[in-house]
């Protein structure tokens, strides 16, 4: 089974602190590398496409490198409401698969006052 | 635009009983799954399916049965449910775009065998 790992957390930090998640995946066939986010007790919702360059969405900072089949996600000024847990997803590029993502288990973060 | 919609939100099926999940998509995308996530397991998918009248088995299928007969409906079925079967089913529906296959989930439901 190709896999996603993630480390679990929690991360607790406080308002205003930057926290950076870090993600690796096995299947160096994969294109399509994602965050999303999970509140509690809800549906994960896309937080942002990976590019291979690095990208950028506000105070998001997304991550890749091929070579070590790594991704990151970095927040900078945390706010209370980025308290979530935070899922890295790979596209699954096997055997006609393509549209199906392998989800990490996430990590989990709690922002205190 | 509702996005995806599941029905129900909520149920308590006894070990035995038999029951269906729907999930609908306004979006007009082609593919559709269905995945369960229990604690510390994360996101596993059961099938999915790729177009209208197509379905696949994904990672844990033995259970379950799916059906696919319009474009925007996607229906998991539980024959005989068991206590393992206790889980929040999700369905998402996707699309191919630049980025790949961004995957939009609906609120989920959760489901308690007894």
């Known amino acids: 089974r190709k896999e996603v790992e993630q480390d679990p957390g929690p991360f607790n930090v406080p308002e205003g602190a930057t926290v950076a998640f870090n993600c690796t995946y096995s299947?160096?066939?994969?294109?399509?590398f994602f965050w999303y986010r999970q509140d509690c007790r809800k549906e994960p919702k896309l937080l942002m496409s990976v590019y291979s360059s690095g990208n950028e969405d506000g105070r998001f900072t997304a991550q890749l490198n091929r070579a070590s089949q790594y991704i990151s996600l970095l927040i900078r000024d945390s706010k209370l409401s980025d308290s979530a847990t935070y899922l890295c997803?790979?596209?699954?590029?096997?055997?006609?698969?393509?549209?199906?993502?392998?989800f990490g288990k996430g990590t989990k973060l709690s922002v205190k006052p | 635009n509702a996005g995806v919609t599941q029905t129900p939100k909520f149920r308590v099926l006894k070990t035995g009983q038999s029951m269906t999940l729907l999930c609908a998509q306004d979006m007009n995308h082609e593919y559709m799954y269905w995945y369960r996530q229990d604690p510390g397991m994360g996101l596993r998918l059961i099938h999915y399916?790729?177009?209208?009248?197509?379905?696949a088995k994904g990672e844990v299928p033995d259970g379950y049965n799916v059906s696919r007969l319009k474009k925007q409906n996607f229906l998991l079925g539980l024959e005989s449910a068991a206590p393992s079967q206790t889980s929040v089913y999700f369905c998402?529906?996707?699309?191919?775009?630049?980025?790949?296959?961004?995957?939009?989930f609906g609120p989920g439901t959760r489901l308690t065998v007894t």
């Open positions: 998402a529906s996707s699309t191919p775009t630049g980025t790949g296959y961004e995957q939009y």
């Open positions: 299947n160096s066939a994969s294109q399509s």
């Open positions: 997803v790979v596209n699954n590029e096997y055997g006609g698969s393509q549209g199906n993502l392998i």
């Open positions: 399916s790729v177009g209208e009248g197509t379905t």
